[in-house]
């Protein structure tokens, strides 16, 4: 998804590194063309200017400038500033504590309830007990989807169709984990076309019943300029732990990951990429796409 961006990004460095002289003409120059770059792969714009002036900052001057290897220096510059954003490793999951509860929420379509089912085997994969809680009341269909994907991968489903409110259905499946001895319970919501006042209160009424150590977005990697404004209301409704962003083998290009990380300040965990169980790995933001990986 990055490679667009990091291959553009080569192609300012490159070009600098081909100037016979560096003045900040030609610096403020590079710094415009990274600019562009960010805007072309959809991330936020005033994000994009927030960024762009903490670089400016730092490279407009005689410093930079007047150094030896002012190309390399803005590359450094660039790359700093994308690990501050991103940060430099993997986020690990809070799961240390027995049943620990991840809730995951985010739009329909997002890929909610298919992550639910990656994530699961991922920590049975790792030796650990998981329950999954189909908390879509509202789909049959989403329970009928997570109970195929748990008998798959081998992971119990809890699911309750006769339950009219999911707080409650999410508080019996919490009680039935400590019976059964899981490790992690894994909440799949409900998700809306847009977000609405009514998904909003279910959502923070299930998190103050089952108090998640963790509540996750789910977002489709091609959400672009929308990815903020989705990101900020979930986490001011929530304060989000983490992201995980689906479909990130797509032709999207890469502002939704930067754009979220930023507005929420919550890490990108892991990304889907692929339609496979297996298809889900840990996000090292530092490989993206900072040049240094």
Request: charged share 25%; hydrophobic share 45%; with cysteine.
């Amino acid at each position: 998804m990055f490679d667009n961006l990091s291959d553009k990004f080569s192609d300012v460095f490159r070009k600098l590194s081909g100037q016979a002289f560096i003045s900040e003409g030609n610096m403020s120059e590079a710094i415009d063309d990274i600019r562009m770059a960010l805007l072309d792969a959809d991330v936020n714009y005033t994000i994009v200017n927030e960024f762009i002036d903490g670089i400016r900052e730092e490279c407009i001057g005689e410093k930079v400038v007047k150094s030896v290897t002012p190309g390399q220096q803005l590359v450094k510059i660039v790359n700093d500033k994308l690990i501050e954003l991103m940060g430099t490793g993997e986020s690990k999951f809070k799961v240390d504590e027995k049943t620990s509860v991840l809730m995951l929420v985010g739009l329909h379509g997002s890929g909610k309830t298919t992550t639910a089912a990656k994530l699961a085997s991922h920590f049975k994969k790792n030796n650990k007990k998981v329950l999954l809680v189909a908390a879509d009341i509202y789909r049959p269909a989403a329970i009928d989807q997570l109970e195929i994907l748990g008998k798959e991968i081998g992971v119990q489903v809890y699911s309750d169709r006769f339950q009219p409110r999911a707080d409650i259905l999410a508080s019996n499946a919490k009680k039935h984990a400590k019976e059964i001895g899981a490790d992690i319970v894994i909440v799949d919501t409900a998700g809306r076309f847009q977000i609405d006042e009514t998904m909003v209160q279910e959502l923070i009424s299930i998190s103050n019943t089952v108090l998640p150590s963790e509540t996750i977005l789910v977002a489709d990697s091609a959400l672009g300029q929308e990815a903020v404004s989705v990101a900020d209301h979930f986490n001011k409704a929530l304060s989000l732990t983490g992201v995980i962003l689906t479909k990130f083998d797509g032709d999207a290009r890469g502002g939704a990951a930067l754009s979220i990380r930023k507005v929420t300040g919550a890490p990108i965990k892991m990304v889907g990429v692929g339609e496979k169980i297996e298809d889900l790995e840990i996000f090292y933001p530092v490989c993206y796409p900072v040049l240094s990986c």
